[in-house]
């Protein structure tokens, strides 16, 4: 990959990469069409794919996590990706096993809240594997979605504090007809799960219309516990569903808010069965 990327470089062609773990849908393919359209028709749109075992903690879904190359080269293939990269845990970590590789990349501060009080050593592996997916691909420009803002966050941080020469884009969420956020590991849910699963989407609703709806809630703000409550609520007509977390942040701070108005970020996490959600959306 590096070899070919260095090539493309000294030919002058432009590099825009979607870094993935594969089963996609549609979520991942708005971001291989924002990648295309960033470098034009003569760009090269590189989609990697990689289960990457570092930001897995031992208790998490490494194993089971879904996998079928076939079809995601198909739909890469119809979605106009020019070089699928699907490394192993050889070429990534050689020596891991044995204790030999020992190098990581960390982000000190965006990690600490949310997913990463959640994921301790979550946010360790992914700044490390985007890290090295780049020296690999080495892009001008790369895609990653809001659904995982947090992620979003710190990877732009990392670009910005280590110098990467790479632009990083954000793009916007896509979701079901029925507001569930796409996500491989939807395909984990029971039918009667995946019903309630539109919980995370009808909580951010809910709080939108509480915010923007109340005089008070554009300009003085509402209390994020007051918030809380009503999420709680919903949840609690959810049987197979538990809050794992929602907090209101400043979008790019990620700091919570004292009072929730529009512009801040609600971010949330919940259990539907034993399968962990996240969402988050702009209030
Ligand atoms: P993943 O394969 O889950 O690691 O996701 C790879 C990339 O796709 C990340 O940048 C995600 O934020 C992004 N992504 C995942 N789901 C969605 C979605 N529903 N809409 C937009 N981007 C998404």
Redesign the pocket.
Known sequence: MQRQALQWRRQGVRVGF??????L?A??L??VAEARRRVGPEGMVVLSIYVNPTQFAPTEDLARYPRDFARDSRLCREAGVDVIFAPNDADMYAGREQGLYSTYVVEETLTQGLEGASRPTHFRGVTTVVTKLFNCVLPEVSV?????WQ??AVVRRMVADLQFPIRIVV?????EPDGL????RNRYLQPAERAQATVLWRSQAWVRKQVRGSGSGSTAGLRPEALRQGIQALIAECPAARLDYVEFVDPDTLRPVDRVRRGCRMVMAVFVGKTRLIDNGAI
């Open positions: 979607v870094p993935t773990m594969g089963y849908h979520g991942h708005s971001l990653f979605g809001a659904k995982d992620q979003a793009a916007p969420t896509t979701r956020a796409m996500s491989s």
